[in-house]
């Protein structure tokens, strides 16, 4: 809280403090050749949980010139391996999230939202950079999304249910990075709908243009497309 920061009650640690430089990623992967442990260092951003893994193991393949396609075969399936059943499809659900905070996760999780993210943060899946904001790793991102892509009925509902929520947080960016990550058109009209006024408002006329774009790729014509352009050209 501001109080307990204030009074030294609490110490903030911003991402930078909670990864690990090179020099520290090099003397946990001892196992690994000088120039693959710099690789792997650089492809994670120094994160705990891989570099940890990394560092564990001396079955993990051989890395080339494709270390990101390596960590997503190898690392993710292990990590994802380490967590409780019970959760597994809800860190899955929040890779669909392009931001995650506390908020998020009890909204989606009510009843299990603290086992959610102590599980998560404990695997590595999830890093806690505030104390109510979370990183998932864009390699671990890339994994989860390629397996709910995969499941029409889970993403269905995954996608769903964390638009729902940026909805009615009024989070535009994140609910236009959800349509597009999953092309759902009908998305970005609501989208549309919802934030054209506020949108003029505060003169986001640039991101209005992006997302009326967005929508006619897709091939669909809408009352509010062409609303959003005339007022835009005005």
Known sequence: TGRGLMYGEVV????????????????????RPRDEARKIHAATRG??????????????????GELPDTLHQYFAEE?????????RADVVTL??????????????FPDRAEAVIDAAVSAGFLLRVSD????????????LLAK?????ES???A??????????????????????????????????????????????????AQWADEIVSHGVESRIVSLARSENDF
């Open 132 to 143: 109510v904001e979370f990183e998932l790793h864009p390699l671990l991102r890339g994994f």
């Open 12 to 31: 903030e640690l911003d991402r930078e403090a909670l990864t690990f430089t090179s020099p520290e990623a090099l003397e946990i992967l001892t196992n």
């Open 95 to 108: 890779s669909v999230a392009p931001s995650i905070t506390t908020a998020l996760i009890q909204n989606l």
């Open 155 to 157: 993403r269905s509902a």
């Open 47 to 64: 994160w705990p949980a891989v570099i940890g893994l990394a560092g564990l193991t001396s079955e993990m393949p051989p890395i080339g």
């Open 79 to 87: 990590l994802l391996g380490a967590l409780p059943r019970e959760v």
């Open 159 to 208: 996608v769903k249910a964390v638009t729902d929520f940026f909805l009615s947080t009024r989070s535009w960016d994140d609910v236009f990075a959800i349509a597009h990550d999953f092309s759902q058109p009908d998305v970005l009209i609501t989208l549309l709908e919802q934030a054209l006024n506020e949108c003029l408002l505060t003169g986001r006329l640039t991101t209005l």
């Open 148 to 152: 709910i892509k995969e499941e029409d």
